[in-house]
């Protein structure tokens, strides 16, 4: 293993067969699918808090991405909604290093997030910038350096603001395709806001909100409709098909850290 100002760094993951594989950093980069990975350890649970480990589904894999607190599910909401994302995995890979007295140590961070373009995005989501202490800034300073080496980022993403939070939750809930309803809903939802309107009024323009409401709330988690979601959802919240306000789709006011 090498030291945080020299050498190399090694990777530690869960291969498919349930193997735990040790290889160099620079090789692992190359080779592995970390997107497709388990965790390659538990995500810790902490008595009296109030969140603790799930599962998050993703609409970008399909799959289910383990998930460990609050503040992770909400850089996980805004990762699954950006368009460049085509991967998530929870604590797949953990980084090795020597200092230099020689101590060996170690990071696991929370989030793996693959691009369309191979590169990737390896995340941890403090629920403030003070969350881990000394060790934690020390391990970014290795980590950023590692994920440069491999054309990747790494980053400590800012906690949601609270608006953005609550409007991506809320979004969230309508992400399966079973919201998207029938092609031609589909079709008569976008059509509805060609022109920016009130998310009711274009609804009831489509027939039967029971029917329409979900469709709309579909198209706007997948970008197809925008609307800004630095004020709360309601509504009256102005919709259409281009370009949204504030964090309307993805992108680095969204709070991705990229």
Known sequence: MQTDTGSEWEAVFVDPFGQVVQQRWADAVLAVAFEELEPVSAFPVVPGRRWGPGQWWSATTGRHVACGSAAMRAQLMVLDRDPEVVGLAGRPVRLLWREARGQVR??????????????????????????????????ATVLEAACAQAGWHYRRLDPLEKTLSANLKWLAGYRHPRNAGRPPLAAAVREAFTQPRPLIEGAEAVGDPIEVLPAVVHALWHGHLTAPLDVPLNEQVLVSTGAGGANGRGGPGSGDGR
């Open 106 to 139: 170690s990071w696991v961070p929370q989030l793996f997030a693959r691009h369309r373009d191979g590169t990737a995005l390896l995340a941890d989501c403090p629920s403030h910038p003070e969350a881990g202490g000394e060790r934690a800034q020390r391990a």
